[in-house]
């Protein structure tokens, strides 16, 4: 089987399987697979030049494969904010106090755009707040929004 594709795959099979994966890539939108396929083109231009054999091929392959997807897990996968466990990119979101909140009791809050789906909810704070004080949230643990005042 190995003999058969060192004869049968050719340099331009991987330049035209690294297209694809481009392709599939820009579908998906993850630019995940990005790196595989263009270390899918490498792999073909290598092979114009040194004539390579097909191990050798898929073996340059795999590794520029898993640096690429190392490469995408140290510098462009969007790292969270906090380690809650919950949906953390509204974590500036503002909005204003509807009922008063004591240290450590719940108050209501509506916030200016939905988080986790809804604008109204029950916050907690650390702190002594005011009706129509402007709030964002500091953390969210579970069902409970703890706020803290806006510093001007």
Known sequence: MIEFLNETVLWWHWIVF????????MTLGTFFILGLGVA?????????????????????W???SILAIAAWFKWF?????????????RLDT?????????????????????????????????????KD??????QINGQLIEVEPIKS
């Open 18 to 25: 690294g297209i694809g994966l481009l392709i599939l890539d």
């Open 40 to 60: 899918a083109i490498i792999v073909g231009i290598l092979d114009i030049y040194l004539d390579l054999s097909f191990t050798v091929e898929l073996t340059i």
């Open 62 to 64: 795999m590794i520029l």
């Open 77 to 89: 996968r969007e790292n969270p904010i906090t380690d809650s466990g919950q949906s953390n990119y």
């Open 94 to 130: 503002l909005g204003v106090v509807m009922e008063d909140i004591q240290p450590h009791s719940r108050g209501k809050v509506t916030f200016d755009t939905p988080v986790l789906g809804n604008t109204s909810w029950h916050a907690i704070s650390k702190v002594d707040i005011d």
């Open 133 to 138: 004080t402007r709030v964002q949230i500091v």
